[in-house]
T-cell receptor, first 115, second 112 residues
Framework: AQKVTQAQTEISVVEKEDVTLDCVYE???????LFWYKQPPSGELVFLIR??????QNEISGRYSWNFQKSTSSFNFTITASQVVDSAVYFC????????????FGKGTHLIIQP | SQTIHQWPATLVQPVGSPLSLECTVE??????LYWYRQAAGRGLQLLFY??????ISSEVPQNLSASRPQDRQFILSSKKLLLSDSGFYLC???????????FGQGTRLTVV
């Protein structure tokens, strides 16, 4: 069985602060894929990033960065210099290489950026 | 470019009534298709996925069913809705197994 835990239910910061969203995963597979999605108030999920289990390089995309550490089974997401438009629910998800297709999601972290 | 359409956006149905939600994908062929449900305050749960026409895999036993009558069409159905079927239903597609999935705008279903 696989599982994704996002322990932070809600985070509130002031605009321009940096914020890190935590994600811890569990899987018995050696090949797996990790994802982050953003869900704005409109409800549609927006894809942010996909990483496979063999690539532990950290990734940066503008103000977004991701830290993948297999040793701690974590795939954390940092937003630098946060903006009000970053306010949304963020989901971490896992898809193992074998077994059923489809994503296993965490419960999400509601990020509130205050002006 | 690929697009995914899902309708209706909102739906209010009485208990015991049937349900049909439709999802279509444009701009790609032979996509993997998925139905997810998001209950209030919870993450998304995979309900069904399909790798081809007529091929449906169910992840959660319930009174819902899915069908894929055409390559880029995915339908979620129920013969008799329950109160517990209320939620936000999202259709998604991906190019292949383990690839990133792209989601529709969702259907907010309220069973009364």
């Amino acid at each position: 069985a696989q599982k994704v835990t996002q322990a932070q239910t809600e985070i509130s910061v002031v605009e321009k602060e940096d914020v890190t969203l935590d994600c811890v995963y569990e899987t018995r597979d050696t090949t797996y894929y990790l994802f982050w999605y953003k869900q704005p108030p409109s409800g549609e999920l927006v894809f942010l990033i996909r990483r496979n289990s063999f690539d532990e390089q950290n990734e940066i995309s503008g103000r977004y960065s991701w830290n993948f550490q297999k040793s701690t089974s974590s795939f954390n997401f940092t937003i630098t210099a946060s903006q009000v438009v970053d306010s949304a629910v963020y989901f971490c998800a896992l898809n193992s290489g074998g077994g059923a297709d489809g994503l296993t999601f965490g419960k999400g972290t509601h990020l509130i950026i205050q002006p | 470019s690929q697009t995914i359409h899902q309708w209706p956006a909102t739906l209010v149905q009485p208990v015991g009534s049937p349900l049909s939600l439709e999802c279509t994908v444009e701009g790609t062929s032979n996509p993997n298709l998925y139905w997810y449900r998001q209950a209030a305050g919870r993450g998304l749960q995979l309900l069904f996925y399909s790798v081809g026409i007529g091929q449906i895999s169910s992840e959660v036993p319930q009174n819902l069913s899915a069908s894929r009558p055409q390559d880029r069409q995915f339908i979620l159905s129920s013969k008799k809705l329950l109160l517990s079927d209320s939620g936000f239903y999202l259709c998604a597609w991906s190019k292949r197994r383990n690839a990133e999935a792209f989601f529709g705008q969702g259907t907010r279903l309220t069973v009364v």
